[in-house]
């Protein structure tokens, strides 16, 4: 949104700058805390159009109100939808007003993610002009996932405010800055509030920042990973003690402390932990492609001759 005023004789007229997709006469917009469906189209001549293609310039008729300068503008697909969503702003901003309650930090707002009360990471975006603010929204946005998502609750150009804090205080956000800087009030503010803002000159510094924070708010997930393989090529019995499984180390490595799976023609026979290991007559943490060894497991011994021993760790997915 460049800039809107009040006609007497048109109604609100705004001017808007169109950043992706195609803007066309009957849309239903959403601009801050207005909403309309647009009447009347002209283009930078003053001429009615029809459509109006990205980059392109226009004034438009059909707002409810006026916005303010800056505000992200959005076409909905129905007049209820624009309706909710600018009564769900307004609520949020009232209650903000109203009742600023205690914001969370950043650790806790991951803290809770972690303990499973939340799956989004909510924000309010500031940025020094329209043309920073539109790729830095469109940059957060494509850092949601299937498991967390990235919400825009607010975003506009100047520096931060006070409103910006009471915002993200009662919506348990965080607030992201980008050229911009946070007015003495609002620092004070959020110093009270415990509402943190981070500042940013540099879009993919904000947007790694934000990223990493995402990936910190997921629970670590993990995999098995084949570090080595053993073939079983003569089975020794050792009184009081069991079967030992005589093995010539094919791939990789293998450890003591890594999960084992005993394999036969295929088919895993046991999985377990390895009891003990040895390299010749000495206990060893491992054993190494083209070396031979003893391997021996708690509750398994029943080795043959061909059997096939995977070793595994356990590793977290980056």
Known sequence: MIEAQLDKARGVVATLLVQNGTLRTGNILIAGMVSGRIRRM????????????????????????????????????????????????????KEAAAKPSKALTLDQVFAKFQAGESKELPLVVKADVQGSLEPVVTSLEKLSTEDIRVTILYAETGNVTENDVL??????????GFAVAADQAAQRLADTEGVSIRMYDIIYRLTEDIEKALKGMLEPEYKDVLIGKAEVRQVFRIPKVGNIAGSFVREGEIRRNATARVMRGGQKIFEGAVSS??????????????????IAFDGFDSFKTGDLIEFYTNEQVE
């Open 167 to 176: 915002l993200a205080s009662a919506s348990k956000a965080i607030v992201v």
């Open 42 to 93: 002209f283009n930078d001549k003053g001429q009615v159009i029809d459509e109006a293609p990205p980059s392109t310039p226009v004034s438009i008729l059909g707002l409810s109100d006026i916005p303010t300068a800056g505000d992200i503008f959005r076409a909905v697909g129905t007049d209820r939808e624009a309706r909710e969503t600018v009564a769900r702003r307004k609520q949020e901003q």
């Open 277 to 294: 290991l040895k390299h010749l007559k000495d206990d060893v943490r491992e054993v190494r492609q083209g070396f031979e060894c003893g």
